[in-house]
């Protein structure tokens, strides 16, 4: 046996991992950089640093030698960020709002999950990329489609294309939501509760309800954050489905995504614990914040090397027509509900 040979294989993979990871980290950075300049602050980080990947992709191929961190920061650091995007939900605040904002948030997610099948089948769109953008559109944006992909066996590129029709879509919307506003029959209150439960990030949300005021702002994040809290659900009813699909056999096959349980306990610690019991001060929280967007940028960068341009455009121009037309027809349905 050639130890020698072993022990370099070994060191070769090490450097590997090593570089892929440091890799994704800088193009993170440079991301969430380039995301504080005008025109980019609208994308916001995580879009940019899918679209410098992807944009790397093109022109230089995809990095092999680094394989194994890439891959470690599109799936291990992907799913620490989503365990850390727990202390972003506090529990408390959105059960004392009662059932109404709840319920109105579980009719926005099956609307845009059940139009998204409905329409995808009737286009013959890509249902893989379809239902993770559905769901997107539905929850949370990539942090969704992020959560979901492992249970729906989505492929990474199928992941990638998704977060990156979400970040489009979503930026697309909260501008025509900023115009629209002040023309609206709506209370301030009433455009927060519209922008929240009808529009696909986090950050789209912050971005279209500001400008209407704190109060709009405060309704909007609210009604979001129900919509994040059914994450957890949602996930559960997918492995149900998916596992009686697929029949008995394949139940083993269906990854249970333990990740959510650190979501759920991060959740918990934020809204029972946090300020109640442990003080923790606010710049620590904000750097833990920032570490969160970090990680997420890291893996969108490992994911966005994963698209391949001549099979998205022949795979994605579908599915983005499906999600263009639930979009449109949730902001109508939710402009109606409240």
């Avoid at 879009?47 to 992807?54: E, K, V």
């Avoid at 699909?245 to 990854?255: A, F, L, T």
Wanted: with cysteine; proline share 4%.
């Amino acid at each position: 046996m050639n130890y020698g040979g072993v022990i370099m294989m070994r060191t070769v993979k090490s450097k590997g991992f090593i570089a892929g990871i440091s890799f994704t980290l800088m193009i993170a950075v440079f991301g969430i950089l380039l995301a504080e300049l005008p025109v980019f602050e609208y994308i916001g980080p995580l879009a940019t640093a899918i679209i410098l990947a992807f944009l790397y992709r093109q022109f230089f191929g995809y990095p092999y030698k680094i394989a194994s961190g890439i891959q470690f920061s599109s799936k291990i650091l992907l799913r620490a960020a989503i365990i850390l995007y727990g202390l972003k939900l506090n529990i408390d605040v959105i059960l004392s709002e009662g059932l109404a904002l709840i319920a109105q948030s579980v009719i926005v997610i099956v609307f845009s999950i059940v139009m998204s099948f409905i329409l995808a089948k009737m286009i013959r769109a890509d249902m893989n990329i379809s239902m993770l953008v559905g769901v997107g559109t539905g929850v949370c944006g990539a942090a969704a489609i992020a959560a979901v992909a492992p249970i729906l066996k989505a492929k990474d590129e199928d992941t990638a294309i998704s977060i990156g029709i979400i970040a489009l879509m979503g930026t697309l919307f909260s501008i025509a939501y900023i115009f629209l506003g002040p023309y609206l029959p709506m209370t301030p209150e009433e455009y927060g509760s519209w922008a929240g439960l009808s529009l696909h990030e986090l950050a789209h949300v912050a971005l279209a309800a500001e400008p209407a005021g704190t109060d709009a702002l405060a309704i909007a994040l609210l009604a979001k954050l129900s919509r994040v809290f059914l994450l957890i659900p949602l996930c559960f009813v997918l492995i149900f489905i998916m596992r009686k699909r697929e029949g008995e056999e394949s139940v083993k096959k269906i990854p249970f995504p333990y990740f959510l349980i650190g979501f759920v306990l991060m959740s918990i610690l934020n809204s029972y614990v946090l300020g109640d019991y442990i003080t923790i001060p606010e710049k620590v929280m904000e750097s833990i914040s920032g570490i969160t967007s970090l990680l997420l940028a890291m893996a969108m960068t490992a994911l966005g090397l994963n698209i391949d341009l001549r099979d998205t455009v022949r795979r994605a121009s579908k599915p983005f027509a499906v999600i263009l037309a639930v979009s449109v027809m949730l902001s109508i349905f939710v402009f109606v509900m409240i």
